[in-house]
């Protein structure tokens, strides 16, 4: 067992799709990461966006930056999170899917609202974890928040944050998202306040939501998804997000992500 898990942080995470990891990053990593993130906004790739309405501070998403920022790259193979997400999906060898860097600069009250990451994405299985790591401090107010055990449940159906439309599945094929927000108290909702250095490990199919950030702070995260033994190519008659164009012509449907594009981070039996 990595030394940074422990098997009650892998039952939590089997039973809840959710777990906080504190402490797993050094402050030199930390410094690196923020430095990439900082990268990022300077440079933005073409998945960059304004996630934000204009009269509301700004809230800024990039994704797929590994292979043209050194510091992301750097941390995705060299950090410990891999192993950690190993051991939490009880997986032999751990493949990176993407990185997204997201930034909600100070005073931008915009909440990301309820959803599932897995149905906007083209992967399907369940050995799969997302790292979502800060280099500030985030409270109560602004930290993820999710509902323990949803990963188990059904796909719900994948909407636009700022308004609301099915670009991915049709209406109609999915469930539609239950009003967890009018109905907190009928739902097991688990969230930390996080340190830089702190990460949540959670599921791709773990309902989350986001608050504001409603202080003169930032938050800059890293997020990083890992697949493990059992995640497929699923390819989709749609954008998904991020985009993956050309992948249906080089991996079947079903097929295991053994693509460059998904590098093998770490195996069983190694650090």
């Known amino acids: 067992m990595n030394q940074f898990v422990t098997e009650a942080d892998v039952v939590a995470f089997q039973r809840d799709g959710a777990v906080c990891i504190r402490g797993i990053a050094s ?3 930390l410094a690196e990461v923020a430095a990439a993130i900082e990268e990022v906004l300077a440079t933005p790739s073409e998945f960059g966006m304004v996630a934000s309405r204009p009269d509301d501070g700004l809230f800024f998403e990039d994704f797929c930056n590994w292979q043209r920022i050194a510091g992301i790259d750097r941390f995705v193979r060299g950090s410990r999170a891999p192993a950690v997400a190993g051991e939490l999906t009880r997986s032999s060898t751990i493949r990176l899917y993407h990185d997204h860097v997201l930034v909600k600069e100070a005073r931008t009250s915009q909440r990301t ?6 149905p906007y994405y083209n992967v399907e299985g369940m050995q799969n974890a997302s790292m979502w790591l800060p280099v500030d401090p985030v409270d109560r107010e602004s930290t993820l928040e999710f509902v323990a055990g949803s990963h188990l449940g059904p796909w719900l159906m994948p909407r636009t944050f700022l308004d609301g439309q099915a670009k991915w599945f049709p209406e109609g094929t999915l469930e539609e998202l239950p009003d967890i927000d009018g109905h907190r108290d009928g739902y097991h909702i688990v969230a930390w306040e996080l340190e830089p250095g702190d990460a949540v490990f959670f599921h791709m199919l773990t309902l989350h939501a986001a608050g504001g950030v409603s202080r003169d702070v930032r ?3 890293l997020s990083v998804r ?6 497929v190519h699923a390819p989709r008659r749609w954008r998904t997000s991020p985009p993956f164009p050309g992948l249906e012509s080089e991996l079947a449907s079903g097929a295991p992500l053994d693509h460059p594009l998904f590098p093998v981070l770490w195996r069983a039996g190694t650090r």
Do not use: C, S
């Open 226 to 231: 890992f697949l493990g033994d059992d995640m």
């Open 219 to 221: 938050r800059r995260v």
């Open 113 to 118: 609202p309820w959803h599932q990451d897995q």
């Open 27 to 29: 402050a030199d990593e």
